[in-house]
Each structure stands twice: as structure tokens, then as C-alpha cells.
């Protein structure tokens, strides 16, 4: 157990599960809804600055840094409960999608496609031009 | 492309981006009620059984081999819809959960616990004992 997390009341962290890359899985839910709109990771300090503002924060596995969710879109996500499973090795963001838009193909959720007869099919369309929401 | 993989029209396989190790994060959510009951992870096997199937079937990190859902306890997974996320590397499988149980602890969902208060608690109950289930 890490002592500094102990004296800042941060023991929850260390229950997690970490992959040896140092990453969590988060879900992001619409709250109201249920639908599931997004999968990122988080480490622990995207875990924490999540928990703590109450605004996802993920970690960006490809730009190896901290990725506030909305920082160019405004897309933030409003965090409204965290969940952690049974293997303390998954986390859910219960949220409120700001903009309605997870997706950075402007769709609302990122699982915008489904297996149909073989094929990876699109079902939903774009709400907002990629290039009017990354401008 | 594999070849083998066109001829048998599992082309759509192909397009899924498998970690090194093969594997894609899936997360089984209730197609009626929209909850988040557990993510595992599959390999190609599995999710080609699955999709044939319709019935869930994960691959299992640790026994490092095929794992068909309800195989000891009966909760098996009836699919109902396969969706694959923008990035290719998540899917999440809309299924009917048989006997309301998804979690090895006998509850419905995997994630049964809260971020309150700084410390992970438990908001639901065991439905069933996992020793009368896994008997």
C-alpha cells in the first residue's frame, strides 16, 4: 500500500487493478439513457483528476498523456457516478455528454456500427461535421 | 488479408484490431435494460463462435483458453447484437442474460460497486450464493 495515497485519503486508487502499463478501462455510459457511447483508458492520475472534478479525464495511450475528454471539441463528459467491478480491473463512467457527441466522427457514441449478415454495418448517422467540431 | 478468412466471408474478423496479444476488450450489456453487466475479452475464436453461436464466448486470460459463458454455471448469454466501436478495438455484445446473474460473485452485473465517500462501495446484493451456483 502506498503510504502518500493512504495520508491523501486515496486507498481507493490502489484497489484498482492496474495493467502492467500502468491502465484502468473505463466504460463512459450516458446516465440517463444507458447507452454506452465510448471506451478509453485512464491511469491513475486520469483516474484521480476524474474522481476529483467529476469531468472525465482518459489517458491517451497513442500521445502518452493525459486526454481531457472535450478539450478541443467541448465535448466534455460530466461524471455523475464511477463503478469498478469484481475484478477491480474495469471502471464505468455513469455521464452526461455534453454537445451529445462522444465520437470523434461526431456520432454520439463510438459503437456506431453492428454485425450484419458478415459485415460491420453503420447504423447511426454523423450529427456534426468532424471539421466543424476539430476546427 | 487472410485468405482463408475471404473465403469463409470472415472478413469482418480481419477488421477488428487485436491487441499483441490477439485479444479485444468486450463488454456484454443487457440488450433490455441497458445495464453494463461485466467485460472480458475474446480472441478470434471466440468471437467467431460467438457471432455463430449467438451465444456468448470469451477467452479467458488466466486458464488461457476458451471460455463459454454459463459453461459451470448455466448464465449463459444469448447475443442479440454485436456492435464494433470507430477505433475497431472494443466491441460490446447486446445479450439476454439467462438466470439474471452475470457475475461470478451471484449478482446480476460485475459492477456492484460505487466511488462514495472516497472509498469503493457495494450497492447491490448476491441473488444467489456463487457455492449453490457453482456446485
Same mark, same amino acid.
Given at each position: @500500500?502506498? #503510504?502518500?495515497?493512504?495520508? !491523501?485519503?486515496?486507498?481507493?486508487?490502489?484497489?484498482?487493478?492496474? #495493467?502492467?502499463?500502468?491502465? &484502468?478501462? !473505463?466504460?463512459?455510459?450516458?446516465?440517463? /439513457? $444507458?447507452?454506452?457511447? @465510448? @471506451?478509453?483508458?485512464?491511469?491513475?492520475?486520469?483516474?484521480?483528476?476524474?474522481?476529483? /472534478?467529476?469531468? !472525465?479525464? =482518459? =489517458?491517451?495511450?497513442?500521445?502518452?498523456?493525459?486526454?481531457?475528454?472535450?478539450?478541443? %471539441? $467541448? *465535448?466534455?463528459?460530466?461524471?455523475?457516478?464511477?463503478?469498478?467491478?469484481?475484478?477491480? +480491473?474495469? &471502471?464505468?463512467?455513469?455521464?452526461?455528454?455534453? $454537445?451529445?457527441? !462522444?465520437? *470523434? /466522427?461526431?456520432?454520439? %457514441?463510438?459503437? =456506431?456500427? %453492428?454485425?450484419? +449478415? $458478415?459485415?460491420?454495418?453503420?447504423?447511426?448517422? &454523423?450529427?456534426?461535421?468532424?471539421?466543424?467540431? =476539430?476546427?
Amino acid at each position: @500500500m502506498n #503510504t502518500e495515497a493512504q495520508k !491523501a485519503g486515496l486507498d481507493w486508487l490502489e484497489e484498482v487493478k492496474w #495493467t502492467s502499463d500502468g491502465l &484502468v478501462p !473505463a466504460i463512459a455510459q450516458d446516465a440517463e /439513457t $444507458g447507452r454506452i457511447l @465510448m @471506451m478509453a483508458w485512464m491511469n491513475r492520475e486520469a483516474l484521480q483528476l476524474t474522481a476529483e /472534478t467529476q469531468t !472525465a479525464v =482518459y =489517458y491517451s495511450r497513442s500521445r502518452k498523456k493525459l486526454w481531457p475528454k472535450g478539450e478541443s %471539441s $467541448g *465535448h466534455v463528459q460530466k461524471v455523475q457516478d464511477i463503478q469498478l467491478d469484481c475484478d477491480a +480491473d474495469v &471502471v464505468i463512467l455513469k455521464i452526461e455528454q455534453i $454537445g451529445g457527441i !462522444a465520437c *470523434h /466522427t461526431g456520432r454520439e %457514441s463510438c459503437f =456506431y456500427r %453492428s454485425l450484419v +449478415d $458478415g459485415q460491420w454495418q453503420t447504423q447511426e448517422p &454523423v450529427l456534426k461535421d468532424p471539421a466543424e467540431i =476539430y476546427k
